[in-house]
């Protein structure tokens, strides 16, 4: 297979690795908003038909999945900075493919919460490997383009998930999953490795995908942990704005009741054009710093529109879910901020765990929230730990060096 480099063939926005990576993600985001909608006819189909039953066994399962994907960030990274990037792009889409197909042949739930596990660990590589493999083969100036690519295309796959979900069988939902990843894998003959990888891989003294390096060095540790931080924000809105909606509209005086799976459908929605937003104008006005700034005052009016609100309708309400997801759509900047950030050396194990933990970040959210709110009051405590998690963003970005053209071929002194 021919060397393909970051100075000749992979100039162009169409070439294989960004039309894979982007497909890839698409896949990823279809699996993970899937179970959201299947979790209570799969769990049914199961036996199990009690309410509380139907609670306990979902939070199970979505934690054996989170478990998966924080410890497969991890896993995948290293595995991304030591093998290559293709290697854990294409492993990835691979168990996530898999574990989907065995998904649909459930009978049980410890089978379940297993299967659950291994697809998480399969989907935390992929957007990550993506991400590092873009990032390299693309020319600084366009990359990007590249990533905001990546991630409108593969923030649509949730539209899919909806729809696969609301017309065809639980079980064949989790087939059709499996088999687009399945499809994705014959494309592999057309992507090639990251020039900076291959080059970087034939110097012998240079130590790569050393995890716990991010924790030894003081300045990287604070830059690492910056970058995590970055990103709370757009998971504070998925985790408890979104998936608590149906409670935020009766604390909010709505007469009509909310939908939580309506309410995931619109904020995806606007999350792709966001995505595509925040893109698109990082490049346009050569700053990722300024395009985060900018979504996090964003996100803030909103967020305040959704709390002090009273009495929506219930159109309006989703109009601001729309909103929501359109504020937060700046995943794709942080990601790439990520990437930039880090040298060669270790630049797809950052590029993997961080937002990998940003996703785990709902845990410590949820809990703070859920034990919260009874003292304090939903909306207060919302107000609370969003106020919180904007300033420590936007104190983040600040802090954080401009990457816009940077160039990343250079490695970090492990």
Known sequence: MAELTSSSRA?????????????GYFVDIYDLVLFSIVRIPSLKALGITDQAALLEKGVLLLNMQMLGMLLGGIAWGILGDKRGRLSVLF???????????MNGFVTDLPMYAFLRFV??????????AGITLVSEVLPKEKRGYGTMMVATIGISGAILAGFVGEYFGWRTAYFI??????????LRIG?????????????????????????????RFWKYLKCILIGVPIWYVIGILI????????????????S???????????????????GYLSQRFRSRRSIVLVSLAL????????LLGNGFSLDLFYTLCVGLGFASGYWAVFVTIAAEQFGTNIRATVTTTVPNFVRGAVVPLTLAFQGLKDSFGLVPTAALLGALSLVVAAVSILTLEETYAKDLDYTEPL
């Open 243 to 258: 998936t608590f909606s149906p409670e935020f509209g009766v604390a909010l005086g709505m007469t009509e009741p909310v």
């Open 260 to 278: 939580a799976a309506k309410a995931i459908a619109f904020s995806y929605l606007g999350l792709v054009f966001g995505d595509f937003a925040s």
């Open 177 to 186: 999953g499996g088999g687009l990843g399945g499809l994705l894998l014959f």
């Open 91 to 101: 492993g990835s889409i691979f168990l996530y493919s898999v574990a989907n197909i």
């Open 299 to 306: 996100l803030t009016v909103f967020i305040a529109v959704y």
């Open 119 to 128: 697809a998480g660990v399969g989907l935390a590589g992929e957007l990550g």
């Open 191 to 219: 992507v090639y490795e990251s020039g900076m990888f291959k080059t970087l891989k034939s110097t012998q003294h240079v130590t790569r995908g050393n995890f716990l390096s991010l924790f030894t060095n003081l300045s």
């Open 11 to 23: 100039t162009s926005l169409f070439n294989t690795a960004v039309i894979v990576a982007a497909l």
